[in-house]
């Protein structure tokens, strides 16, 4: 299961970055804001259209791994991007397939992984 997610919100806890607890609406909106910052995406984007950025991001370090690009270089396009690096992290530690059928399933399948870990992490 994608841990990207809850290792990202359990870093901005301990950082002091957010809170543990969400009281309000816009409270729950500067929650989403801290974690768009920290992965470089712009404020004001709701859980919906972050949770998409994370899963295009899933589907494309996915593909690159099913697609024989080594971790290291997967590591090195992701940068200082933490939850980048995170979601390689979860992408090379499933199989690299051979057929086209099962690299397109497990691109799918990790990114809707990522998607679904996403949207229940920042729903809490």
């Given amino acids: ?3 990207t997610l809850a290792k990202l919100t359990a870093l901005l ?3 002091g970055a957010m809170s543990p ?3 309000s609406e816009s409270v729950e909106q500067a929650m989403l804001d801290k974690v768009a910052a920290a992965s470089g995406m712009p404020a004001g984007l709701s859980r919906p259209e972050i949770c998409s950025e994370f899963e295009e991001l899933a589907r494309g370090v996915m593909s690159g791994r099913q697609n024989g690009v080594p971790m ?3 590591i090195n396009n ?3 991007n933490k939850p980048a690096r995170l979601i390689v992290e ?3 530690e499933i199989n690299r397939f051979h057929s086209d ?3 397109r399933r497990a691109i799918e399948e990790f990114s809707t992984q990522q998607y679904r870990s996403c949207y229940q992490a920042l729903a809490k």
Wanted: proline share 5%; net charge positive.
């Fill in 72 to 74: 290291s270089g997967a």
């Fill in 101 to 103: 059928k099962m690299k």
């Fill in 21 to 23: 607890t969400l009281a």
């Fill in 78 to 80: 992701a940068g200082n």
């Fill in 90 to 92: 979860d992408a090379y």
């Fill in 1 to 3: 299961m994608p841990r």
């Fill in 13 to 15: 806890i301990l950082s």
